[in-house]
């Protein structure tokens, strides 16, 4: 969870996001425009400043039912609107598990 104090110096320099884990299943989710949560990129809010990030960080956070360790991620938005994450821990975020699960032999 953000702290207040975090939440007062936040700032973006471009396109960002919410994102967070589900609750029940740990998978990446990240905050859509109509309040809810999805695990499509694609659904996210564009969020332009650091108002828009707060306001949209403070309403995820409470909503920690549904979402845990909700932050604020830069994404890339190519001139067609498509939506990319915007550093590399936010690409294999996007992309799942980065090695396989342990079998024991």
Known sequence: MTSPLEQKKIRITGPSVVTANRTWDGIVIYRTPSHGWSA?????????SSDE?????AESIADDVGA????????????DGEIEP??????IRSEGLTIGP???A
């Open 68 to 79: 845990i360790g909700a932050y604020i991620a830069p994404v890339d938005v190519s001139d």
């Open 102 to 104: 342990s079998i024991p």
């Open 53 to 57: 990030a707060r306001a949209l960080l």
């Open 86 to 91: 915007g550093n590399l821990r936010e690409h």
């Open 40 to 48: 499509e990129l694609s659904d996210a809010a564009i969020v332009r």
